[in-house]
């Protein structure tokens, strides 16, 4: 009856079982799921008159006499099935998910319960509905560790919140889309096709007559030291690390958008063929790739897979990025030729938050880079 899950994600044990699976990204979306859902009132629950009812078989139209059920594989109910209310509405968060098996049930469990296994998910929730539903005279709550479905969804939102944002995203999802990617741009190539996989719509790269991609050098950076620029209020200074023998100083207008904290010793994607300029006094090389929404109210970073390699550089499947033809830009002629601000608006992120060009995705040789913004520009 208790609740097992820390307050923050940092709580969590080092190379536990949960914090391992929290990894995976799937816990996140799942429980933000489970939070609004709860808030709402949309997600089933025990009936409050006969919270018990899942560990009793009435029978087929309440025929049978109720008898108590004690394997953990079976569920009981009546007119009002808890369990099977609660199995019907799972399955349709999986389909709409995407996910199966372990991917959406040890989230589910982690997220209800604090616990990585135990007793059924619906038995252990109607015990705390049941015990909820006994006064403070009968049990003492705070004694016996007691944490009600209320103060769980607090909790639960808490933790959330705590995730790192590389954490946000599921990495099954992003592989996928990676593996299809690769695939969709393999048939291409074999068949000197000029159209999608779905083959109903016209390839963009076909029609695209914009600089090629390979002209950017973008390179998977962390930042070693980040302050807030002494002469100008919306601007961070930031050391990055990309792989050189010194680190990069870079200006960046982030200080509406996030803290210093969120900011230190983060993997970050770095456009690093610019020609340094002057920021208010700051001399800055380079720049650090965020994703943004629409109307610039939310601004993130996009992040490369946290086992990434510093000063890798990031490149886009489908497009040559080893021969003649794939060497970056110089600075100079970058500049001069602007063609960052012609690339700009090919750069955004899809419906999963992952960034690209033309529909193909960032990549490292870790996977497929992320964002936790949707549907927005990349700049």
Not at 78 to 88: H, L
């Amino acid at each position: 009856l208790g609740y097992g899950l820390p307050n923050t994600f940092d709580e969590m044990e080092e190379g536990g079982e949960a914090k391992e699976m929290v990894k995976l990204g799937n816990f996140y979306n799942i429980g933000r799921i489970i939070v609004d859902q709860a808030e709402k009132k949309a997600l089933p629950l025990p009936d409050p008159a006969d919270p018990l009812a899942a560990f009793m078989d009435v029978g087929k139209g309440g025929g049978k006499k109720a008898v108590i059920i004690e394997a953990d594989e079976q569920s009981g109910g009546g007119a009002y099935s808890f369990p099977e209310a609660y199995k019907a509405h799972m399955k349709e968060l999986a389909k709409e998910m995407g996910l199966k098996g372990k991917h959406l049930f040890h989230p589910l469990r982690l997220a209800l319960t604090g616990e990585m296994s135990g007793q059924d998910v619906t038995k252990q929730l109607a015990l705390t509905f049941a015990v909820d539903s006994k006064g403070d005279d009968v049990i003492d709550r705070e004694k016996a560790g007691i944490v009600n479905f209320e103060e769980r969804i607090v909790r639960l939102k808490a933790f959330c919140d705590s995730i790192p944002e590389e954490y946000r995203i599921s990495k099954s999802t992003t592989t996928t889309k990676s593996t299809d990617a690769n695939t969709a741009q393999q048939k291409d190539t074999q068949n000197g096709s000029a159209t999608t996989a779905s083959g109903d719509t016209t390839d963009p790269i076909s029609t695209y007559e914009g600089p090629p991609i390979t002209a950017l050098d973008i390179r998977v950076g962390r930042i070693t030291k980040v302050w807030a620029h002494p002469e100008a209020d919306k601007l961070y200074c930031e050391e990055i690390d990309i792989g050189e023998d010194s680190p990069r100083l870079i200006a960046s207008g982030l200080r509406p958008f996030m803290s210093e904290s969120e900011m230190e010793d983060r993997l970050v994607l770095v456009l690093c063929n610019l020609k340094a300029r002057k920021m208010v006094g700051i001399p800055s090389h380079g720049m650090v790739l965020c994703a943004s929404n629409a109307d610039h109210t939310t601004v993130k970073f996009v992040s490369p897979p946290v086992d990434a390699v510093v000063g890798e550089r990031v490149t886009v499947p489908g497009f040559d990025f080893e021969g003649e033809g794939g060497v970056p830009m110089k600075e100079n002629p970058m500049g001069k030729k602007k063609i960052f601000p012609k690339l700009a608006p090919f750069l955004v992120t899809d419906e999963y938050g992952v960034p690209g060009f033309l529909g193909k995705p960032f990549l490292t040789s870790a996977g497929v880079c992320t964002s936790p913004v949707v549907d927005g520009t990349v700049a």
